[in-house]
Every structure is written in C-alpha cells, then in structure tokens.
C-alpha cells in the first residue's frame, strides 16, 4: 500500500473553511461522535448468493488485532441493518483479527463533521459518502479519500466488477476512489394501478417502451372530477431534487443537465424546454396532486387509497407502496414500470454513493478489505433480500436471480441500473447549490407564479451558471 496522503497547508485551510465558522466550536464534538459495534439485531438466515466466479485470495492476517472505524448517518445502523450490521458482523467472523467500529453522525451534521474531522485529522478508516450533490467529489479533491485501484489489483479484483457508469463517477484523473454501496438510477420508476387502467378501457402499460405522450394521455383519461377538486388526480411527477428533474429530461426527452466539462447550464436547449412544457402541463391542468391535497400519509398512502393512478419516483417507493398497500388492505392490482423513454434518451443519471476508506486511516489494508465487503456479492444479496435494493455490481442480476420472481421490482431495478450514465457535474463540486437554484425557479413555474417562456429557461440557465462560475 502507498503511504497517507499528506494533508498540505490548502487543503487544511479549504477543509477549515467548508466547516463553517458555526462549527468552529464543534471540531472537539465531531471527533467525539459517537461509536458502537454493530448492533447484533436478529436476521433471517438464509442461503448466501452463489459466486459466479471464484473467490479473491484469502487476506493475510493482521500481526496484531485492529479496530476499523466506519462512519455513517445516524440511524442507518437500524434502518439499513444488512449494510451496518449484518454484512460487518459477517466479516468480523471472517476476519476475527478485524474489529469494525460503528461510528454515526446525524445526518443533517454529516457532510460538515466529516470536514471538520478532515481539517482536525482525526477521521476514522472507512466513510460513507454520496456524488449525488458532488459531496464524494468534493471529498476527493480535498484528498479525505484514498485511491483504490492498487488494492484491487494486488488482491485479484478489477474495476470491472461494477458498473462503468459507476466507474466513471468514482474515477478521477484515472484513479477510482472508494467502492460504491450502490449505483441507483434515481427516479426511473412509475408505480401504476393497473384496475384504473382496465376499468377506463385502457391496456395496462408494459414495463418497458412507452413513451412520453403515452403517460400523457393516460394521465389525462385518468384524472377524475372537476379541475378544482379532483377526486382521483392522473399522475404525480416526483420533483423534490436533483435526481428528479434530470431522469425525465434525460430519458423522456434526450437531453443533458450540463456540458461535458460542468462548466455550463443546458438548460435553454430545446430539451430542457419540452420536458418543462410536458412537466408543466401536469401541474397547471391539476392532474398532479399539488401541496395542499396531499393527505398526511404522503402520496403513496393517495396511491393505496386509489386517489393517484400513477406515481413517479425512486426506488425506495416500491417499499412504502407495498407497505401502504398492505395498510389498505390491497385494494387493487398494481405494478412498477420504467419511465417513458424518447427515441434517443441519454442514459438515467447513476446515483452513486459508496463506502471509501480515508487518507487518514493508520490500517488502510484492512480498511480497504471492510471497503470491499460493503460492495461485493454478498453485499449485493444481503440488501437486496432485505431491504430491496441493488448495488452497483455488473452481476448484481445474477446474484439476486433467486429474489426476482418474490420480488420483480429487482428486475426492472437491474435494467435500469445498466442504462445508466455518470452525472455531468459541477467542475466546482457545488451540486447542492444547482439543486437549490432548481428548486426555486421552477417551482414558480409549477405553482403558477411564472409562466413558463423561452426567456424564463435563458434566465434559469443564467441563474445555474452563475454557481457554476464561482470557484471550487
């Protein structure tokens, strides 16, 4: 293994400033942040997933026991049970020489404590990170992340055990840095109540190949009652972040968030136009549920209730779909299908977050075994049986073939991760601050309070370049 990275005088001053002066005061609470093993919660036993290919040579035990300690967001200990305690568990009984450490941090706190902890040195081994908001490429850039490629090398891996569009996302300058805990495509997904579409003589939309006029069209058919107090609405456009607004613009109309170089905002091309006409006329028409008629049990609980025909968003939702259903007694038949696509989409944005191992970890060999086992095989079956997720492996169908036929969700998952294609993201790793600026613009848009002109998307992609200007 190559020695730490040093941390140089501007690289503690960046990672000083990032803090936040509010938290100047806090650098000795972060480093204290609180610790547990891995709680030993109850799991079902069940068969591991089979490898399909042969297991990597065994690693060479540690001269002396060592503690690894692996930050996460508070709670997800509990929430995330086979990622923070089944798979650690397993892997300390593999590697009994090898104790992991838990170590959570509120999540609201998490991206500042890691950067005061960075500037204090005194960051654990392995963290979790996310690129969806730049925040892994901010990480990188700042060096509070190791390179990975000479590890996987040296113990028989390559980074062709996931996806290239993970890859992409997680390389710079031809480095890799950290291993992906997943590689989701965000909001692919359209959750659908398959009687509503019998009962107003509509043939129930395949999984795959419909187009954006289609769920046009559906949705409109399917609105019920008058303009101004539906009482069923057609569909609902899932557009709470930054995931949101590019996987339609992306797939249903072809069209790229920022140029190559994520220097400039596309957002005054022809397609950023068309998917705001076609988003637009959803919330102006009231087919989607605004605000204020979304009861307190959210739009999945309107969806079990049979008051929303179809929902778009994330992968997540299949669970609470299912829980809600559950709830209502599954009162009707219903199905996930992928996202419209045109002729020509670009790829579905690969949200990618991982679990890295730091520069500032004094067991980096062990730290990238733990790294590996949050993103192998076993990871892949673990989470998928019992959370229902993915990660970010080029075998993760194979490795959960067993789970589809309980679970077809996982399949149309698959297939949606593999058409995915990296983020072009802010060369300046301000990702939050484009979501904000999207946030607040369009929204006038879809609540009426702009109407929506050729000249409103050059003043939007003004407003997008304007952060994408200021320096790193």
């Known amino acids: 293994m190559t020695a730490q990275s040093p941390m140089t005088r501007r690289r503690f001053l960046l990672l000083t400033s990032a803090a936040g002066a509010g938290l100047a005061g806090a650098a000795l609470l972060a480093a204290c942040a609180p610790k547990a093993e891995p709680t030993a919660t109850p799991v079902p036993q ?161 999984t795959y190949g419909n187009k954006p006029e289609q769920l046009m069209e559906w949705a409109i058919k399917l609105t019920k009652g008058p303009k101004g107090d539906r009482e069923v609405y057609g569909y609902y456009p899932h557009f709470g972040h930054i995931m949101a607004f590019y996987n339609p613009l992306r797939g249903a109309f072809g069209g790229l968030e920022l140029n190559d170089e994520g220097t400039k905002s596309l957002a005054d091309s022809d397609e950023w136009y068309e998917w705001m006409k076609w988003t637009t006329y959803f919330y102006v028409e009231n087919i989607a549920p605004k605000g204020e008629a979304v009861p307190s049990g959210g739009r999945e609980a309107m969806f079990a209730a049979g008051k929303l025909a179809m929902h778009g968003n994330q992968r997540y939702m299949n669970r609470r779909v299912k829980l809600a259903m559950q709830e209502a007694g599954n009162p009707f038949k219903w199905k996930a299908i992928q996202v419209p696509k045109c002729d020509k989409p670009v790829g579905w944005t690969a949200c990618v977050d991982t679990h890295s191992v730091t520069t500032f970890s004094k067991h980096p060999n062990e730290a990238h075994m733990l790294e590996y086992a949050l993103a192998d095989q076993r990871f892949t079956y673990l989470v998928a049986r019992d959370i229902g997720y993915l990660g970010g492996r080029v075998d993760d169908g194979e490795t959960v073939k067993d789970l589809i036929k309980d679970d077809p969700f996982l399949a149309l998952q698959y297939q949606c991760m593999i058409e995915e294609r990296k983020f072009n993201q802010p060369a300046n790793a301000r990702g939050r601050e484009v979501e904000t600026v999207l946030k607040n613009e369009l929204d006038k848009v879809w609540l009426g309070e702009v109407e929506l002109t050729k000249d409103f998307m050059k003043q939007l992609k003004a407003k997008i370049d304007e952060v994408l200007a200021k320096p790193f």
């Open 46 to 206: 069940q068969p591991a997933a089979q490898p399909t290919k042969p297991p990597a040579p065994a690693q060479p035990a540690a001269k002396e026991p060592v503690t690894i300690q692996l930050h996460l967001r508070a709670g997800g200990e509990k929430s995330e049970v086979p990622i923070y305690v089944t798979r650690p568990q397993e892997f300390m009984q593999e590697h009994p020489e090898i104790k992991v450490e838990l170590a959570p941090i509120p999540g609201g706190e998490y991206q500042a404590k890691i950067q005061t902890m960075a500037a204090a040195k005194t960051l654990g081994d392995v963290m979790w990170t996310s690129d969806v908001w730049t925040d892994h490429t901010r990480y990188v850039k700042l060096g509070i992340i190791a390179v990975v490629d000479d590890w996987l090398e040296a113990n028989g891996h390559t980074k062709d055990e996931w996806l290239p569009a993970c890859v992409d996302t997680l390389t710079h300058d031809g480095k890799m840095y950290g291993l992906p805990k997943c590689s989701h495509p965000g909001d692919a997904y359209i959750w659908i109540n398959e009687d509503m579409f019998v009962e107003n003589g509509l043939p129930v939309p395949e």
